[in-house]
Nanobody, 124 residues
Framework: QLQASGGGLVQAGGSLRLSCAAS????????MGWFRQAPGKEREFVAAINRSGGRTDSADSVKGRFTISRDNGKNTVYLQMNSLKPEDTAVYYCAAGRAILSTVIVVGSEYDYWGQGTQVTVSS
């Protein structure tokens, strides 16, 4: 089970940190990712991290502003979002996928489990 939290309303230029707490499985066996879906749009990849946390990837639209990290001791993955823009407004979902140690998963269909989503709204 994945439980996302940390969303909210923030002004443009502000910051938020999303958290996704995992339970029920060995967290360190899973690559993790964040995706988002804005109203009327397709779900899109935001950022991903491998099992150990040593490798990450992110979408061009968030590079330099968003940082994904994980704490395997706390079974939690984070998304630090800085310099937020109105176009970052979306429901953000975390996902977990079984993978070998070095793999970073950027394709949504390759994830096995999804959280319920947390709303992020950025006002201009």
């Amino acid at each position: 089970q994945l439980q996302a939290s940390g969303g909210g309303l923030v002004q443009a230029g502000g910051s938020l940190r999303l958290s996704c707490a995992a339970s029920g499985r060995t967290f360190s066996n899973y690559a993790m990712g964040w995706f988002r879906q804005a109203p009327g749009k397709e779900r899109e990849f935001v950022a991903a991290i491998n099992r150990s946390g040593g490798r990450t990837d992110s979408a061009d639209s968030v590079k330099g502003r968003f940082t994904i990290s994980r704490d395997n001791g706390k079974n939690t993955v984070y998304l630090q979002m800085n310099s937020l823009k109105p176009e970052d407004t979306a429901v953000y979902y975390c996902a977990a996928g079984r993978a070998i140690l070095s793999t970073v998963i950027v394709v949504g269909s390759e994830y096995d489990y999804w959280g319920q989503g947390t709303q992020v709204t950025v006002s201009s």
